[in-house]
């Protein structure tokens, strides 16, 4: 009897046990598919750190590889590499500090910290990436970072100028018209100018009346 028991509570366990089991399976892969994005999606914006997907995988970071049953270990160093490199992002130089040595020592920091963290995600997704591959394997072209440079360099003048730090520089090269136009404008300012004295008073000239046309204005009419 106890036989035929162990019988029908494995007939009806078994159906069970296989979906939960497939359930397990498809979590597992699911998270195993996110944690590689985010690794693919650090290590393919290395140089273009100011990408959408490389920020958002940072963000994901503590999601995706919070320490769990299996990997523990592994997954820990992760977060304490990701918790270095956030706090040196997050204490940066500001913008208004034109030390370009701080700033080239600060971003020398940032980039330790990301190979870092590569080092040990790579290692937690099983891969193996020495520290100089990790920093030097990158591929930018040069034009790429100039044009990106120049967007950075725009978008701050504009906002300085928004923010009324800066002005629009203008300069005037040339005033349409003619050049008779202009000759007679010249002429004009000319005499407008010598009508008046160097205090600044207006010349008045009083011209002597003419005899002859006095006395015809002064005979009466027949």
Known sequence: ?????????????????????????????????????????????????????????????????????????????????WRELFGELNHGIPDDDEDMARLRAWNQRCDDRLVTLLSAMSKALGYKFSNEELRRGIYYPRGRVELEQSYIAFMHGIGRILRGHDAIPMKITEIPGSGETAALQKTLNEKMISAYDADGSFKVKVQPQDPVASKRSSRPAS
């Open 1 to 81: 009897m106890s036989v035929e028991w162990w019988v029908v509570l494995a007939t009806l366990a078994g159906p069970v046990i296989a979906v939960q089991t497939q359930k397990f399976i498809e979590r597992a892969s699911d998270r195993s598919r996110r944690r590689q994005w985010i690794f693919t999606a650090l290590m393919s914006n290395r140089a273009t750190r100011q990408h959408d997907d490389y920020v958002k995988a940072l963000n994901l970071i503590d999601l995706e590889f919070s320490p769990g049953r299996f990997g523990g270990a592994a997954d820990k160093r992760v977060i304490d590499a």
